[in-house]
């Protein structure tokens, strides 16, 4: 099976498993907020934002998406956006909605995740004319962290390099919504990198889309 098939394969898998019309741009935004809502959140807290903040977070991924949609998108430059935007999120959630617990974990999810609904619907072949531009974004979009994904890079490593130091580092995150910090993210979207080289991926959101990690749970 050729790349593009591979692609078109993974991206209809996802949309299957998907309880909302992704192609609707509320639909979408909403999806990317309940991923990173989910369960084992404090006691008495609220994730939902409210709706000047639920603005704000459309608002920010919609400013990311318009930067990083050239052709000549750089791995750095696609990074550099990303973690201005979460920085934003940040300011906007004290500014409009100092209630709403946040972190950088569920940040991290909402760009990521909002990402992959473009991908996805790219590859898909749905809507081609609307969607088809976003295949460029394959080539450096990061992975939507969560524990399946933490669990499968280091399982890959200890069944391919056992002794690989990433392990540890990897072990290390305490919670990917609660506890992960910005330097962990960053390590572990480079452990994800080094084992695309080696399963022939060219980003870390192919290599879960390809090995179906989002779906082993």
Same mark, same amino acid.
């Given at each position: 099976?050729? %790349?593009?098939?591979?692609?078109?394969?993974?991206?209809?898998?996802?949309?299957?498993?998907?309880?909302?019309?992704?192609?609707?741009?509320?639909?979408?935004?909403?999806?990317?907020?309940?991923?990173?809502?989910?369960? #084992?959140?404090?006691?008495?807290?609220?994730?939902?934002?409210?709706?000047?903040? /639920?603005?704000?977070?459309? =608002?920010?991924?919609?400013?990311?998406?318009?930067?990083?949609?050239?052709?000549?998108?750089?791995?750095?430059? %696609?990074?550099?956006?990303?973690?201005? $935007?979460?920085?934003?999120?940040?300011?906007?959630? /004290?500014?409009?909605?100092?209630?709403? /617990?946040?972190?950088? #974990?569920?940040?991290?999810?909402? &760009?990521?995740?909002?990402?992959?609904?473009?991908?996805?619907?790219?590859?898909?072949? $749905?809507?081609?004319?609307?969607?088809?531009?976003?295949?460029?974004?394959?080539?450096?979009?990061?992975?939507?962290?969560?524990?399946?994904?933490?669990?499968?890079?280091?399982?890959?490593?200890?069944?391919?390099?056992?002794?690989?130091?990433?392990?540890?580092?990897?072990?290390?995150?305490?919670?990917? =919504?609660? #506890?992960? $910090?910005?330097?962990?993210?960053?390590?572990?979207?480079? $452990?994800?990198?080094?084992?695309?080289? =080696?399963?022939?991926?060219?980003?870390?959101?192919?290599?879960?889309?390809?090995?179906? &990690?989002?779906?082993?749970?």
């Amino acid at each position: 099976m050729d %790349y593009v098939m591979e692609m078109n394969k993974a991206s209809l898998k996802f949309m299957e498993n998907i309880d909302f019309e992704i192609t609707e741009p509320d639909e979408r935004l909403e999806g990317a907020i309940r991923a990173s809502m989910g369960a #084992g959140n404090p006691k008495g807290s609220r994730v939902k934002p409210n709706e000047k903040f /639920k603005e704000a977070i459309e =608002k920010s991924l919609e400013n990311f998406l318009s930067e990083v949609m050239d052709e000549n998108i750089t791995q750095e430059k %696609y990074d550099t956006f990303f973690y201005k $935007t979460i920085n934003t999120m940040y300011t906007n959630a /004290k500014e409009l909605d100092s209630e709403c /617990k946040v972190s950088f #974990g569920r940040f991290q999810k909402i &760009i990521n995740i909002w990402i992959k609904y473009f991908v996805a619907l790219a590859f898909s072949e $749905t809507n081609e004319k609307e969607f088809r531009k976003y295949k460029i974004l394959i080539s450096v979009a990061h992975i939507p962290v969560d524990d399946y994904v933490i669990k499968w890079l280091i399982y890959w490593l200890k069944e391919n390099d056992k002794d690989n130091p990433a392990i540890k580092g990897l072990n290390e995150i305490s919670s990917w =919504k609660w #506890g992960m $910090t910005e330097d962990q993210y960053r390590f572990l979207q480079d $452990t994800a990198k080094e084992i695309c080289k =080696k399963c022939e991926c060219s980003s870390p959101l192919e290599l879960e889309m390809l090995k179906d &990690i989002w779906s082993k749970r």
